[in-house]
């Protein structure tokens, strides 16, 4: 199993940008589609985003189209959540998840490996 870690969150106010980056172990992540999760406090975990391991093929949440972007770079392992305009309902743990699916799945129970979250602020 491809193992995962994120990184990149902090404390930002309100339309500020941050950029999250899930790191992956060996040249098995390539093939991987790469999922962002989030779990708001008090809240269920909700699908971000997600990207084929081709890069061809990108899912996003209505609640962040067009302010996040999913991208990655296979030659350094690695899956970027670039997140613009930022609301304090942003505010969460973000995780990043592997699925071995062609097209991004938007549930969880699809994704096989998980990295350990990174908390993410936004204040008003």
């Known amino acids: 199993q491809v193992q995962l870690v994120e990184s990149g969150g902090g404390l930002v106010q309100a339309g500020g940008s941050l950029r999250l980056s899930c790191a992956g172990s060996?040249?098995?992540?390539?093939?991987?589609?790469i999922g962002w999760f989030r779990q708001p406090p008090g809240k269920e975990r909700e699908f971000v985003a997600g990207?084929?391991?081709?890069?061809?093929?990108?899912n996003y949440a209505d609640s962040v189209q067009g302010r996040f972007t999913i991208s990655r770079d296979n030659a350094e392992n690695t899956v970027y959540l670039q997140m613009n305009g930022l609301k304090p309902e942003d505010t969460a743990v973000y995780y990043c998840?592997?699925?071995?699916?062609?097209?991004?799945?938007?549930?969880?129970?699809?994704?096989?490996?998980w990295g350990q979250g990174t908390q993410v602020t936004v204040s008003s």
């Open positions: 998840a592997a699925a071995p699916y062609g097209i991004p799945p938007k549930t969880s129970v699809h994704y096989v490996s």
């Open positions: 060996g040249r098995i992540f390539r093939s991987y589609t």
């Open positions: 990207l084929s391991w081709s890069g061809d093929s990108a």
